[in-house]
C-alpha cells in the first residue's frame, strides 16, 4: 500500500542526535554525542524509596486518570520554588505540569502559531525545539549569537522585517548547543525589543541550576512586567529525564489554551512521576541535592576541559561554560566538518555536527557540539585524546 504523509510530516527528518545515539549501542565507541545526565547525579535510592512510599499510601491516586493541569500539589510547590529562587511568577501568572519542556515548545506552537507565521530562534538552536517548530510549517528565522548571547542588532532586524512575529525563542542560560550564557544587558535588552515589537519571549531553561562556576542572573521571566514570558523548566536534568515532567508559567491567557492543547494530546502528565517529583522536593533535601550536581558536572567539565587544553589548545576552539551539559566546539577553515565528524566516529568517538542545530541543516558550519555529561570520566579523557589523534592526521 502507498501511503499519502500529511504534509506536515513529509519533510520531517528523525533527530540526527537520535540517529547518532543509536550508534552508542556499540560498547567500544565512547559517546560525547548525547545530552544525558550524568547517571551520577540520579537519587536512586531516594526515588526508589519515595515510589514505594507511594505506592503503599496512595496507590489509587498514583495509578488513576488526573488533573490536565497536573498534580495541584507539585504545582504549587513550583510556584513557591520559582517565586522563592528565581523571582519569577506574578498573579497574571499561573503554571501547568508538562510532559517534559520539550511539550511546551510544542504548546507554544500549537497556541500562538499559524501556518507560515514566523519563529525567531537563536542560531544555533536545539534541535528538538527546531523539528517541533518545522512539524506546524512555521518560518523559523534564525540570528546570530556572539560570545555573550544573540546578537540584539540582528534581533531587532529580523523583529522589524519579518511578517507574522509570533514568538522569539531562547535559551539564556547554557544555551543548547553553545554552552553560552546570555549577559544580562541582552537579556534586558530581548525584553524590551519584545515589548517594543509586542512579542513574545519563549524563555527555555533546562539548565539554570547546574551552574557549577560565575555568578547567576535574572532570568528574563523575571523582568517580566507585561505578561510577555513564557517560561518552560523541567526535572530531567535535576532529577530524571525518564519521568518525563516539565513546567512552563506563563499568563493566564495562554496557559488556559495549553490546558486544551494538552487535553488533546496526552491528558495530563504522568501521576506517579508528579507524585515523585512534588515528595523529593518537600520530603528531602532538594537544594542539597542541586548541591551536589553542581559539583558533580564542574567536576566533568574541568575534565573535559583540562583535556582539550592539554592536547588540543590552538587547534581547535571551544567555549567554556560555566554550567549545562556542553561544550561547543569549532574547526578551522577548510577543514570539512562533516567529514571529520565521520572519521571521529570511525574511530570510536561520536559528536554531534552542529548543522543538527541549525535552521537549515544546510548551513555551512565549522562546529560541533561535545557533552560531559554521559560519559565516565574515563571516556572523557581518552575521548579527548581519540579526537588529537584525529586532528593530528586531519590538519
Known amino acids: ?11 520531517m527528518q528523525p533527530s540526527a542526535i537520535r540517529e547518532i545515539l543509536k550508534m552508542t549501542a556499540d560498547p567500544s565507541l565512547i559517546s560525547f554525542a548525547a545530552g544525558n545526565p550524568a547517571q551520577e547525579a540520579f537519587p536512586v535510592d531516594e526515588v526508589a524509596q519515595i515510589t514505594q512510599d507511594i505506592m503503599n499510601e496512595s496507590p489509587i491516586a498514583a495509578l488513576q486518570y488526573s488533573l490536565s493541569e497536573g498534580y495541584p500539589l507539585l504545582r504549587e510547590e513550583l510556584k513557591r520554588f520559582l517565586q522563592d529562587r528565581y523571582s519569577i511568577g506574578s498573579e497574571n501568572d499561573d503554571l501547568i505540569v508538562v510532559s517534559g519542556a520539550q511539550q511546551v515548545m510544542d504548546f507554544a506552537c500549537k497556541v500562538l502559531c499559524n501556518e507560515g507565521d514566523t519563529i525567531i530562534t537563536e542560531a544555533p538552536t536545539f534541535v528538538g525545539a527546531l523539528n517541533t ?27 522589524r522585517t519579518q511578517k507574522n512575529v509570533r514568538m522569539i525563542y531562547l535559551i539564556p542560560t547554557f544555551q543548547n548547543p553553545t554552552g553560552r550564557t546570555m549577559s544580562l544587558a541582552k537579556r534586558q535588552a530581548c525584553y524590551e525589543l519584545a515589548k517594543k515589537y509586542n512579542v513574545p519571549i519563549l524563555e527555555d531553561n533546562p539548565y539554570g541550576e547546574t551552574r557549577f562556576s560565575g555568578e547567576a542572573l535574572p532570568d528574563i521571566k523575571s523582568l517580566d512586567d507585561q505578561g ?11 532529577l530524571s529525564p525518564g519521568l518525563r515532567v516539565g513546567f512552563v508559567m506563563a499568563p493566564h ?34 537544594y542539597a541535592h542541586l548541591d551536589r550536581l553542581k559539583v558533580v558536572y564542574g567536576k566533568k567539565s574541568g575534565i573535559m576541559l583540562e583535556q582539550l587544553d592539554r592536547l588540543l ?7 567554556r561554560p560555566e554550567g549545562g551539559l556542553f561544550v561547543w566546539g569549532e574547526l578551522p577553515e577548510g577543514v570539512d566538518m562533516l567529514k571529520f565528524v565521520s572519521t571521529l566516529i570511525e574511530h570510536k568517538l561520536a559528536v554531534v555536527p552542529g548543522n543538527a542545530f541549525m535552521i537549515n541543516s544546510a548551513d555551512k558550519t565549522q562546529a560541533f ?25 586531519v590538519f
Open 1 to 11: 500500500m502507498t501511503y499519502a504523509i500529511s504534509e506536515r510530516m513529509l519533510s
Open 133 to 159: 517548530f518545522r512539524s506546524y510549517q512555521v518560518n523559523i528565522v534564525g540570528v546570530d549569537m556572539d560570545e555573550d548571547g544573540i546578537n540584539i542588532e540582528k534581533l531587532e532586524h529580523a523583529l
Open 228 to 238: 510577555l514570558v513564557i517560561y518552560a523548566g523541567t526535572f530531567s536534568k535535576i
Open 253 to 286: 491567557e495562554i496557559i488556559s489554551k495549553m490546558v486544551v492543547a494538552k487535553q488533546c494530546n496526552d491528558v495530563h502528565t504522568s501521576i506517579l512521576s508528579q507524585m515523585i517529583c512534588h515528595r523529593f522536593m518537600t520530603e528531602y533535601d532538594f
Open 313 to 319: 589548545a590552538g587547534k581547535l576552539l571551544y567555549t
Open 369 to 393: 557540539r561535545m557533552n560531559f555529561s554521559t560519559p565516565s570520566d574515563e571516556q572523557l579523557v581518552r575521548g579527548v585524546e581519540i579526537m588529537a589523534e584525529v586532528v593530528a592526521k
